[in-house]
């Protein structure tokens, strides 16, 4: 069964700082990897996929994430945050019509 | 341009009442169509999903249902609700012709709150 881990709960970083967000998966084929970010109360807006090519990947908002196969891994990273990055962030992997495990999401809060 | 609608945006139901919630998409034909509940710290979990008119896939056993009456309209029921059914209900939809390409599209929402 496939499964996604991501191993911090919450993470504090000052604005301007760079960030790194942890995201483990556990999957049986090639993987398709996402990350998604969520304001407080509103729905998922998607930040950037991998399906496959280049494993770095780029997205809005200044975010890129690195897929390492070796490692199972798809770290999302941004090199300096801004404080309306506060948000819920979210990893996901999927391959198929019936829907995407989510990771339990990283609550990322930005310190002035 | 495709948008997903979901409504009512919040509800507050007492413990044994029946549930209903909408969602339509609007812009793309046969979407698959999905229900993710978002319970504090649980992250989302896939509750049913749906190909096609009057097809549905449940995820989870649960005191929920699904149906798909048209191309483009995705119902979550409850007959009566308990209070773990409170949560946040994301609907979502991809495109139909290629499945690989699971990027999925939110909609905003319903905050349910059973008391």
């Known amino acids: 069964a496939q499964s996604v881990t991501q191993p911090d709960i919450h993470i504090t970083v000052s604005e301007g700082a760079s960030l790194e967000l942890r995201c483990n998966y556990s999957?049986?084929?090639?993987?398709?990897l996402f990350w998604y970010v969520q304001s407080p109360g509103q729905g998922l807006q998607l930040l950037l996929k991998?399906?496959?090519?280049?494993?770095l990947v780029q997205g809005i908002k200044g975010f890129e994430a690195e897929f390492k196969r070796s490692q199972s891994s798809f770290n999302l990273r941004k090199p300096s945050v801004h404080w309306s990055d506060a948000a819920e962030y979210f990893c996901?992997?999927?391959?198929?019509?019936?829907?995407?495990?989510f990771g339990k999401g990283t609550h990322l809060i930005i310190q002035p | 341009s495709q948008t997903i609608h979901q409504w009512p945006a919040t509800l507050v139901q007492p413990v044994g009442s029946p549930l209903s919630l909408e969602c339509t998409v609007e812009?793309?034909?046969?979407?698959?169509l999905y229900w993710y509940r978002q319970a504090a710290g649980r992250g989302l979990q896939l509750l049913f999903y749906?190909?096609?008119?009057?097809?549905i896939s449940s995820e989870v056993p649960q005191n929920l249902s699904a149906s798909r009456p048209q191309d483009r309209q995705f119902i979550l029921s409850s007959k009566k609700l308990l209070l773990s059914d409170s949560g946040f209900y994301l609907c979502?939809?991809?495109?139909?012709?290629?499945?690989?390409?699971?990027?999925?599209?939110f909609g905003p929402g319903t905050r349910l709150t059973v008391l």
């Open positions: 979502a939809w991809t495109y139909p012709r290629d499945p690989l390409d699971n990027e999925q599209f």
């Open positions: 999957y049986g084929a090639t993987p398709y």
């Open positions: 991998y399906f496959s090519g280049d494993t």
């Open positions: 996901a992997v999927g391959g198929g019509a019936d829907g995407l495990t």
């Open positions: 812009g793309t034909s046969n979407p698959n």
């Open positions: 749906s190909v096609g008119i009057g097809q």
